[in-house]
């Protein structure tokens, strides 16, 4: 329906993005060979979560930000529990024990896996190899396809293991777990692990041997940094540019500013203004956390240490693949279930803020939760709507340098840069600019 | 890509679309989580139109659309009716599309409050001030109930429909699904407040199996006693605020659910 892709004289107008999650469109101005305004068009309807969670208590917290992203609803359950229960004093001095972190841990894995075997086989790989999807992919090499289904399956059962089900588990609570999985009911998801851990070391060696364009940026980076792990459910918010905050400090360095043309406000850090979240910013941040086994397969991928190309973040997704899957493995080895599966949180009065790392970057949360432990005010930044900025600044660059392409050509090679990012737009579509509630 | 079917005297296989409305996405995954029957679909039908996972567009008419997401602007309230032009065969997914979603809180609340809650600029933004689900707008085939759907009934719609016959989806409630499962009850046994008995079975009785109550996401069954379980938790001790809370989540628009929310507010 929205299927108004064409000339438009001077612009070059991707109208509606397919394969992407959610809906949003491109608008690249041209006067005189020269690009005028790049735009990432989000026209997802609000759903207002942030105003929806006001008077909600604490516990529903999770289930409710839950539904802003059927993709990654782990993350968004993930740093809503690590804020409420900083908001209700639980981190210190009565922290969440190590087996219940170890479980988070486990059970976002599975969501990585899942997240990036989907944005690989069925969003982007396609591109790389001149297919429309994943589908007409699968009519020349079904091996493919299966390869990356059964590799986002084994994600999809880890989550349905730990959480009840894959796409808004229903085991996550604040405090914990509702019901801590058995050895078991584990050892029934290793073998498909295992499996899983070849089929993403073979997914690294076929995205490696893909063509790249030359795009390198000189990004901004920012991502969870973890003194002992590479970052999934915790640490302190890093850049490459110096920057090193805990995460209650968060909104005294990044700003929301809504524009016209997006119902998802645009993300800025203060002073140096856009930067880049996500894979590509995790690992370079965070390659040295790595185990040798995996960075040896990003080696042999040709990886370095960073990574600054958003063509080859395919790999970097892989890699992240492999690790969660070695991270699961290990995890499940080293699983003693928590004895009870969560511990009490009961709520005061107070500010709460939590972080982790959605397979498309960093999602932050804040809270403000009243005595009776219902919500005052709640503040959702997820990774997308960082990555406006940076996503509108480089294709202004990616279009100017491809002027003379024919329109479709053009056209198909935009949608492939924006899939880059692995934009999603249904999560970027719900904000808080608590700046102005406090003006 | 050329016209399938017609070969050797077999019909064209019939075409798929999937639209989204206002949704989280979650929905439409779940026809891609199918990882072991994903194969047999694409076999079975023509995925004609699907932007989440294609960029090619064929044009329609579709034989089956399967449609995600609720009408909150005024713009999808008008795209809604060309999709049903454009399908033979409709089917709405998921609790947005049936009943309005989590945004239909909306409903209950200013929509002029929530605009500036959330956004800096509200004169941006276009927006409807409810939320309402596929079939106050247009004729719907079918409705696939949960929040997300679940993989096996969804599986069971597209073989029902190529088939020719209606789906075999059951409207009791989670307690039934639950007693088969063999889990104790947890309100009996526990006390733990649970919305099995009024919601409709579909999901495996997950959260039961998990020691936690129902929490409603697969919306009403059929004949629902609403009134009797809010009774039942009240004496175990939760507030009326909380009860309308527990009726008024992710299918709060639906009428059983409405009114009980309702009938809890309020002095």
Redesign the interface.
Known sequence: ???HNGDRGGSIHVG????????GGLEVVVRDGKITDARLDIY?????????L?G??HT?VP??TS?????C?IAYQMSACQAIEDACGTVIPAPIPAPILDLRRLIYCGEWIESHA?HIY?LHAPDFLGY?????M?QDR?DL??RG??L??AG?RLMEVVG?????P??V?VGG???APDRRDLDGVRAGLDQARQLALETVVWVAGFSFPDFDHDYQFVSLRHPTDYPITAGRVVSNRGLDIGVREYDQHFT?????HS?A?HSLLHGDGTYLVGPMARYSLNSGQLPATVMAAASAAGLGATCTNPFRSIIVRAIETLYACEEAIRLIDAYEPPEPGWVEVTPRDGIGYGATEAPRGTLYHRYQINADGTVAAATIIPPTSQNQRVIESDMRAFVEDRLDLPHDRLT?EC?QAVRSYDPCI?CAT????L???RA | ?PATGKAEGRPARPTLAV?????????Q??L??C??E??GV?ASVQ?AN????????IAGPYDLSLVEGSI??PG?AE?IR??REASRFLVTIGACATSG???A??NF?D?D???S?????PD??D?LRT?TPIADHVLVDFELRG??IDRRQLLEVINAFLHGRKPGIPGHSVCLECKRAGITCVMVAHGTPCLGPVTQAG?GA??P????GC?G?FGPAETPNTAALSAWWRELGVSRP?VT?AFR??NANSGPFRKEAEANEGP
């Open positions: 329906m929205r299927d509606a993005l397919a394969r992407v999650e959610g809906e997802e309807p609000p759903r207002f979560f942030e105003a929806l006001r909600r208590r529903e289930d409710i539904r802003i992203c059927g993709i609803p989907l069925l429309e999807s994943g589908l007409h699968a079904p396809l299966q289904l059964q986002k399956k999809n009840g089900r894959a796409v808004h229903v085991n609570r777990f509702y019901r929301e500013l809504h524009v016209p119902t406000p198909w949608e249904s719900h904000f808080l600019d700046r102005v509630q | 890509m639209w989204k409305f206002a949704s989280c996405d979650g929905c995954l779940t891609l989580n990882e072991d994903l194969a694409a995925v699907f932007p989440e996972a294609s960029r090619e567009v909150t602007t999808d795209r060309h999709v979603g989590i945004q809180l909306r609340r929509v409050d929530f605009l809650i959330v956004y800096a600029r941006y933004i927006t939320s929040c997300p999901c997950i959260c199996s998990c020691t936690r929490y996401c909380d809370r989540t992710f």
